[in-house]
């Protein structure tokens, strides 16, 4: 008899393990897709010792639509920020361009030599 993975299903009746913080069953293991030598084939050659191909796949496929979530979820929490961080970059480029007259007659009036170059550099 074939040994079970920890936390797979011993008969169809019982649900498995889940793994402790979501939905993903324990066998899953989805920090072994952080891997830095993550191979996914070799993945799914020992998840098929374990599981049936057709649940591997439909495991695989419900925890893309939780990492799909949970990307939608950082978005909204982050959005607000990111649009208040847009609209603060506007009024910036709205003082810059005020104080671009005043710094172009401070440096007639130094007798600096800035080029035109330089000076575009200076204002992005």
């Not at 169809?12 to 793994?19: E, N, Y």
């Not at 897709?33 to 374990?50: G, H, T």
């Not at 925890?63 to 929490?77: P, S």
């Amino acid at each position: 008899m074939m040994s079970a993975a920890p936390g797979a299903q011993d008969d169809q009746s019982r649900a498995p393990v889940l793994h402790r913080t979501s939905t993903v069953p324990v066998w899953l293991a989805p920090e072994r897709f952080e891997a830095a030598d993550f191979n996914p084939d070799i993945c799914v050659a020992d998840l098929r010792r374990y599981v049936p191909l057709p649940t591997v796949k439909a495991e695989l496929q419900a925890y893309l639509v939780h990492l799909k979530n949970k990307l939608v979820e950082a978005i909204n929490e982050d959005y607000s920020d990111y649009v208040g961080l847009s609209s603060k970059l506007t009024g910036l480029v709205g003082a810059v361009l005020r104080m671009r007259q005043p710094l172009l007659e401070i440096q007639v009036r130094l007798g600096c030599k800035l080029t035109k170059q330089r000076l575009k550099v200076l204002m992005q």
